[in-house]
């Protein structure tokens, strides 16, 4: 049976000689784990879309609950950030939160949703990335039962930027005025709560926090 899916890939493993299994989070159906066989040769057209983080309507076949990729039509492919390597960490943070934070079968067009708006700005803004990042992190907090002002471990001027952050547009984000200082300081805190809280050990932010 074939389905489609408007998806994003949000990771990819090497998987035999010349295939990957992909990673993809719908809206609709969550998480879903697909095989993409001959991706890796290089006349494949599934190469670009079986390449994270790319968006667009997937073609897959479903047989007793296994996933294969057979076709993609391409929406977006996020390239700045392939030209940026700020931009390229920024948005591997936004695409592990999102890949550890869903899970099969469950309604994720929130998540999604924010997801694809902080890759947006991420590649096509020209202040820090990382503060696109920070806002993607924010908006997840309500549906994982994250509650700030539950850590008083976190100092006053922090949680108040952080809380600040959560509540603005991503639009409006440009007119905070936030040392790279500042923003090492929130990761670190906000990496310790979703560690704490969800177990979800933010791996991508080591490399962030170099930058910072």
Known sequence: MEVKYRALCVKTDDYKENDKLITLVTAERGK???SAK???????KL??????PCYGEYILTENVGRHAIIGCS?????????Q???KY????????VLEKTTEEGMDASGELKKALIALTYINHEDISPFIFSLW???SLFPGLGIDLRSHNTIPPKYLQLIIAISDM????????????????KMFVFIGHLFLEDVSVNICSLKEALKML
Request: aromatic share 8%; glycine share 6%; proline share 4%.
């Open 32 to 34: 879903i784990l697909a």
């Open 74 to 82: 391409l929406e977006e492919c996020f390239l700045g950030c392939w």
């Open 89 to 96: 960490s920024a948005t591997q943070i936004v695409l592990e």
């Open 136 to 138: 993607f992190l924010t």
């Open 47 to 52: 190469k670009l879309p079986c390449t994270a």
């Open 84 to 86: 940026d390597i700020k």
């Open 38 to 44: 001959s991706v890796k040769k290089i006349n494949s």
């Open 169 to 184: 547009q991503p639009s409006d984000l440009g007119t905070l005025e936030i040392t790279s200082g500042e923003l090492y």
